[in-house]
């Protein structure tokens, strides 16, 4: 079997990480698991760290920094870089929803300059 390119194991490494973060933090889960997980864990430390986003991004790059890395150096630089990949993700999908909330609209199929239009066709 050929190696995997070292740039393309980062990145699904970084993909990776935010979906099994954001699954944990954000998600219920298949068959409501992770929302049976999340509430036998409570408001204790680990039922905490499933809540925040952030912190729990941190303990899930962590194997994915252990497939990546090669070496003790490259595997602390790849957990950080994987955990910070993952909250950037974040925001980009969180400020998407955030102006989808706002009734900001990104028509796809028009061509237009305006980047953004209200529903009523109003400019925002």
Known sequence: MNAINPWLAYVLAALA??????????????ADLVLRLRL????GWLGSWMDCFHCLSIWVAMPFAVAVARSLGEWVLAWLALSGAACL??????????LQAQGLDFPEDDDHV??????DGSEG
């Open 89 to 98: 993700l974040e925001r980009i999908g969180g400020a998407q929803q955030e």
């Open 40 to 43: 036998r864990l409570g408001t």
């Open 17 to 30: 990480t935010w979906r099994v973060t954001h699954l944990i933090a954000e998600e219920d889960g298949p």
């Open 114 to 119: 305006m980047l953004r239009s209200r529903p």
